[in-house]
């Protein structure tokens, strides 16, 4: 049985950072390609960013380019997302996603989701 657990969202002041984690359980992590997407109330979700199995390759949406960091450990099983210069737009809830031997460049795809943690940014 597939897992995906996040960790890390909290309350934080405009400017700050935060990094938040994903532990998976249940699958051959490095067979899986990683995602980070978010979703406030109200909206549609958005994607942030994908890596590649090895962690070797990683792809953002334009909007996310340059406070958004992505990065996986595979002798953790663990995907990480590093926010910095945090605003109140940003607060959201955050969701990582698995996809088996998918493109890291695409938002679609993904099969299996974390239960979310909220980031909350306060101006």
């Known amino acids: 049985q597939v897992q995906l657990v996040e960790s890390g969202g909290g309350l934080v002041q405009a400017g700050g950072s935060l990094r938040l984690s994903c532990a998976a359980s249940g699958l051959t992590f490095t067979w899986y390609v990683m995602g980070w997407f978010r979703q406030a109330p109200g909206k549609e979700r958005e994607f942030i960013a994908g890596?590649?199995?090895?962690?070797?390759?990683?792809y953002y949406a334009d909007s996310m380019k340059g406070r958004f960091t992505i990065s996986r450990d595979n002798a953790k099983n663990t995907v990480y997302l590093q926010m910095n210069s945090l605003k109140p737009e940003d607060t959201s809830v955050y969701y990582c996603a698995a996809k088996y031997l998918g493109t890291y460049t695409s938002s679609s795809g993904y099969h299996y989701w974390g239960q979310g943690t909220q980031v909350t940014v306060s101006s």
């Open positions: 890596i590649s199995g090895s962690g070797g390759s990683t």
